[in-house]
């Protein structure tokens, strides 16, 4: 259908925008793509067949949608809304930017505000005691999951960082992790600390080698049974 091959044609010429002229993650670039999805089925539901006929009133159509669909019985979360309408607003953007539409229709688009409940309390100095001291440091695996949580805890970096974090981006000597790629494409140096430091060696020096299937993997933390970088969510289940 022509409505198809329209929707289709500027959804990749989005992702390609987002993806190397943006430099976005390629998580970021999945979500934002994705969301695209339930506003062109509003789109099609609508009749839009071409998105030069895309106005103001269809995005805050398809904000009153979002507003009233519901998941478990209870409406969408704002930060679920807040993302699926950020996708939009950023597409609807970037047809403009594209010349494709003559007016932005993102001026002005606001999005739902957050939640007025106050935060989830972040665990007690005594609780994180308790975390990174949880692993048998007798074993392998144990090393291995006391320095990703001493580092974890010590500089902060983020999941993806840590899990794909690779020998050459080590300095032993002064302490510090060099992120070549992380959030917005940029790259920086984070300290440390004596803590991390010392259990990151002692699981390079003693266990790291345990886990090597190949003697050029560089990777410093590997699964157990692979030996190849662990899946996103793993980082979660160990923490919880």
Known sequence: MKQDLDLRYWQARYREYIEIVRG????????????????????????????????????????????????????????????????????????????????????????????????????????????????????????????????????????SELRLLVLDQVDREHGLLRIDHGKGNKGRMVPMGEEAKAWLEHYLDLARASFLKRPDQNLVFMGTQTGECMPRGWMGLMMR
């Open 24 to 159: 976005w993650s390629q998580r970021t670039v999945e979500i934002y793509t994705g969301e695209l999805k339930g506003f062109f089925a509003y789109l099609e539901r609508q009749g839009v067949t071409q998105l030069g006929r895309l106005s103001r009133s269809h995005l805050e159509g398809y904000r009153l949608e979002i507003f009233q669909q519901r998941h478990q019985g209870k409406p969408l979360a704002k930060a679920t809304q807040q993302v699926r309408l950020t996708g939009v607003k950023q597409f609807a953007r970037f047809l403009y930017r594209e010349n494709y539409l003559l007016l932005d229709l993102a001026e002005g688009f606001e999005l739902p505000k957050g939640n007025d409940s106050l935060p989830r309390p972040v665990i007690s100095e005594r609780e994180a005691v308790d975390l990174v001291n949880a692993p048998d440091t007798k074993t392998p695996v144990g090393l291995r999951d006391r320095a990703i949580l001493e580092i974890f805890y010590g500089t902060g970096i983020r999941n």
